[in-house]
C-alpha cells in the first residue's frame, strides 16, 4: 500500500475518533429538564378538597310510637329515596291503637258536652216555673188576696233554684273546658303521628317499611333541600390565611374539565383530625350535579402582578438548582406566593434562567447536564 494512503487512513480514523470522543461527551452528560424563569401573576392558593352539600338538611322524626304508614301516593313508587317532595306534603304516619281509641273517646265526649250546653242546666225549665209562681202571687197580695208570707216562700225557693241553677251551669262549663281540652291534646297529638314536609326538596333517606312498627323518637324520612352548596376541607396551618370573599377555583372528579369560580362564605369554627371546615358558594352548579359529589379547591388569598415565576416542583426546601452554562448547581432563594402549581421567587433568582424541575436528587454540584427546555 502507498504511503501517502497510509497517512490519509491515519487521519480518517483519528477525526472519526475525534468525533465519536465529542459526540460520547456530550450524549454521556445526563438530561434534565429545565423552566425558563419569566414574569407573570404570581398567586397565593390554599388547597382543600371539597363535597357538594345541601343547603337544608330535616330529621323528620316520629313524635309517637306506632305503625308507619306511607302515603298512599308513595304506593306506586318503587323507591321513596330521591322521590321529589313539596312543602306541606303529606309523608306517611302513625298508626296508634291507644291514641286513636283515647282520640275517639274524647270526640264523642267532647260532642257530648256540646250539646248538654245548648240543652242549658236541667232545672232551667223549673226555674222559670218558679219565676212565673213568684209574679202570679205578687199580683195577688198587691190585690190583697193572699197573704205576704206565701209571697216570701216562693221567693225563697226561687232563690234556692236560681242558685241550683247556677252551679249547673258552673258544671257545664267545666266539664266543657274539660272535654275540650282534652279532645285539644289528643288532636294535637294525632297531628303530630302525620309526617309533613316542612320544605320543597328531596328524600335522602326513608328508614322503616311501610307498615312496620317504629318508636318515638326514631328518623323514618329525612328531606333535603335542592339548593346546594361547597362543603371544603383545609389544614390546620392555613386556617389563618383565608376569609369570607375570597374567590376559589373548584374542580369536581366528575367534571374533570370544567373549572368552577366560587367564593368563600364561612370558616366554621372547631377541627377535625386538624382540618377545619370552609362553606363556599355553588351558585351554578353543572348539570346533574349530585350530593356528597368530591373535587378538589384552591382559594386564592393573594395576588402580585409581573411577579418572577417558576413551578413549584423546582424547589426544594428554599433551594433551587440553576443551570448555567451546561452546568448545574444548587441555589438558596426566598420565595413568595406559591400554590401546587407555581411558585414567586422574591429573591436569589434572575429572569431567564433555568432551574431544573425534575430528579434534583440526583444532581451533583457542578456536573455538566443537557438540558430540555419545557416552557419555550
Known sequence: MPRWMTRKRALAIGATAIVLGICWY??????????VARRDTAISAVYGTVKVAPTLIFNIRARASGVLHYNDA???????????????ELLGWVVNDDLDRAYTKAELEWKAVQERKQLGPADTAALKTQQALVGRLENLVSLKNIPQVDLERARNEL???????RREQIEIDRAAAVAQQEYANLKDRKELCKFISPIDGTLQTVTGGNGEFINEGSTPFVVISKTVFLEGQI?????GHIAPGMKAAVKLYAYPDLT???KVTQLRPGASNQRYTVNLTLDHPPPNVMIDMTGEMNIISGERKDALIIPTRAILSDRVWVVNGGIARPRMVKVGFRNPERTEIREGLREGEKVVVAD??????????????INQ
Open 235 to 239: 389544614d390546620e396551618e392555613d386556617v
Open 74 to 88: 308513595f304506593g306506586q313508587v318503587p323507591s321513596l329515596v330521591g322521590r321529589d317532595v313539596k312543602k306541606g
Open 26 to 35: 456530550f450524549l454521556s452528560r445526563p438530561m434534565v429538564e429545565v423552566f
Open 159 to 165: 232563690t234556692s233554684m236560681t242558685e241550683l241553677v
Open 260 to 262: 368552577l369560580t366560587e
Open 360 to 373: 434534583q436528587d440526583l444532581l451533583q454540584t457542578g456536573e455538566r447536564v443537557r438540558v430540555a427546555v
